[in-house]
């Protein structure tokens, strides 16, 4: 059974930074392509980064940048570092293994 469990998120204010964390079980992690989502109230889920099973990297322009997204093959983890964080940022982030695996989301509140 697949799962991806995210951590990390919280309330932080402008400028600041969070470390999302995932972990992946029931899956062959180190073939994986993996990604963040999130989703704003009232809005659609929209991609954030992306991390190809080559290390390649993907960005959404709101966040190329300030983002920056990661793994350990050997922990079967994807990271989500972002700094210089904004109220637009304010979201349900989800890790996910697209586009059949998804997590249970955490929540993101950056104050202005």
């Known amino acids: 059974q697949v799962q991806l469990m995210e951590s990390g998120g919280g309330l932080v204010q402008a400028g600041g930074s969070l470390r999302l964390s995932c972990v992946a079980s029931?899956?062959?992690?180190?073939?994986?392509?993996m990604g963040w989502y999130r989703q704003a109230p009232g809005k659609q889920r929209e991609l954030v980064a992306v991390?190809?099973?080559?290390?390649?990297?993907n960005y959404a322009a709101s966040v190329k940048g300030r983002f920056t997204i990661s793994r350990d093959n050997v922990k079967n983890k994807v990271y989500l570092q972002m700094s210089s964080l904004k109220p637009e940022d304010t979201a349900v982030y989800y890790c996910?293994?697209?586009?059949?695996?998804w997590g249970q989301g955490t929540q993101v509140t950056v104050s202005s």
């Open positions: 996910a293994r697209p586009p059949d695996a």
């Open positions: 991390i190809t099973a080559g290390y390649n990297t």
């Open positions: 029931g899956i062959i992690f180190r073939s994986s392509n």
